[in-house]
């Protein structure tokens, strides 16, 4: 989503833009037809066959595309790494002497390198990887990225600028019943998000709760953390929602607490979502917006286990003077601190600036 945004807001600039992407969609393939650029809400996107079905992307098509046409660009913009489309455009830009952003998407958190695939990721980071980076300029989201990236690269420039989010275009609910408090996970459901870490906390509350848990993953991991909530007999306070759309804004508004305890999270587009509409958050200090929301006092920061999650819970039900403050106030701030065409001007300085200095 914040690609897509950040495309569709520099085309409104009459910046002209193109992009290249594979026909991945998941395991399957997308039902567009290849190699033949088509525009969409108002981008001239070129889809191109991959020849492989996992997370590689091989795309030779797309290689050639790009070899021919790279020089002219003024600036080749990568999203994401640690797979092959990102890997081997960065080179065949970098070889016609295009000056190369890299936005990792949280791809090179200390996290990844500890999580699948370790010894594959170490190595092609030693061996190329890391070269290829060095000679390029990164984009983070957040203070935290930015300190990682430091910390294992030094390219020619890193600049920091947040995801483009969707906002809400509604206004905050007023939540009148107050007996039960609602909790929302919302998020794609895989290991690092820090889900099993809540559903181990849930047991330790001693007041009434329901947690709503929106998003999909894989189902036998989805199944495990089903299995495991029903080892904690705690099955009956959670309503799992699956996979929302533009209706998670609505159902965002009819909770009190969004909680996300993840291990890695390199911007966490869902928090800027939950609080422009007021609802408050509780996080982990893994989330790349946790300065900015202890900055703007707008949620709580907890230590990384359940039973810290828990005690946060607890404390934050008990002061709804606070969550009431937070369910007035973080709307404005958001649409002010996140609004699309500040935040496209921020792009375009950064283009600028790898031209021209």
Request: hydrophobic share 40%; with cysteine.
């Amino acid at each position: 989503m914040s690609v897509s945004m950040l495309a569709e807001q520099l085309q409104q600039k009459n910046i002209e833009i193109e992009v290249y992407a594979t026909t991945a969609n998941g395991k399957t393939e997308l039902p567009v037809k290849p190699n033949e650029p088509v525009t969409v809400e108002g981008v001239c996107v070129t889809y191109f066959k991959r020849i492989t079905k996992d997370h590689s992307h091989f795309s030779p098509a797309l290689f050639r595309k790009l070899w021919k046409n790279a020089r002219n660009f003024d600036v080749i913009h990568i999203h994401a790494w640690w797979n092959l489309v990102s890997l081997f455009s960065c080179a065949i830009a970098l070889m016609c002497g295009i000056p190369v952003v890299v936005s990792p998407r949280g791809t090179l958190s200390a996290y990844s390198f500890t999580n699948k695939n370790i010894s594959v990721k170490r190595i092609i980071h030693q061996l190329f990887g890391k070269r290829l980076l060095n000679r390029c300029f990164i984009h983070v989201t957040s203070d935290d990225e930015e300190k990682h990236i430091s910390a294992i690269l030094t390219p020619k420039g890193i600049f920091k600028i947040a995801n483009f989010v969707k906002l809400s275009g509604c206004d905050p609910d007023s939540l009148t019943n107050r007996e039960v408090f609602r909790l929302i996970f919302l998020s794609r459901i895989e290991e690092k998000k820090g889900l099993d870490l809540l559903l181990n906390a849930l047991p330790l509350l001693s007041f009434p709760y329901q947690l709503t848990i929106a998003g999909d993953g894989e189902a036998n991991y989805v199944e495990q953390l089903k299995d495991l909530a029903r080892s904690k007999n705690i099955e009956h306070n959670i309503d799992w929602a699956g996979f929302q759309g533009d209706d998670k804004f609505r159902l965002l508004g009819q909770h009190n607490l969004l909680v996300l305890p993840s291990f890695d999270e390199n911007f966490g587009n869902v928090i800027i979502e939950s609080l422009s509409v007021g609802t408050a958050v509780l996080i982990s200090p893994f989330v790349g917006l946790a300065d900015y929301v202890e900055e703007n006092k707008f949620g709580w920061i907890s230590d990384i286990d359940a039973d810290s999650f828990s005690t946060a819970i607890g404390q934050i039900r008990n002061n709804p003077t606070e969550l009431d403050r937070i369910k007035a106030s973080a709307p404005a701030k958001i649409r002010e601190d996140f609004e699309a065409n500040n935040l496209c001007e921020r792009y375009i300085k950064m283009y600028d600036t790898i031209l021209n200095g």
